[in-house]
């Protein structure tokens, strides 16, 4: 028994705007069997005493503790900068104002 006929790929077809061919719909209809065939097998072997899983091994997330540390005072970031203003860095304009 198929899962879709030929009518039903007729049907996505024309949803889809695709031109397709008699061929086609024998050929389509077969292959999308085949997909929704594997799909309903998934689904079959999915249990609802299995947990979800986004990766196939166990991952562990490495984190550093979140430790202050002295930084650069504004002057010293400045202190390399081509060009500065009002204690910022100051670039080329790239983009026209509009009023």
């Not at 929704?36 to 979800?52: F, H, M, T, W, Y």
Request: proline share 6%; glycine share 4%.
């Amino acid at each position: 028994m198929t899962a879709i006929s030929r009518e039903e790929v007729a049907h996505l077809a024309r949803l889809s705007r695709l031109a397709v061919t008699e061929q086609e719909l024998d050929q389509f209809a077969g292959q999308l069997d085949v997909i929704l065939q594997s799909v309903a097998r998934v689904g079959e072997v999915a249990a609802e005493d299995i947990p979800p899983t986004s990766h196939s091994v166990p991952l562990t997330n490495v984190y550093r503790d979140d430790v202050e540390q002295p930084c650069l005072t504004q002057a010293d970031a400045l202190s390399g900068a081509p060009d500065s203003a009002e204690g910022r860095f100051r670039v080329p304009r790239i983009l026209d104002e509009e009023d």
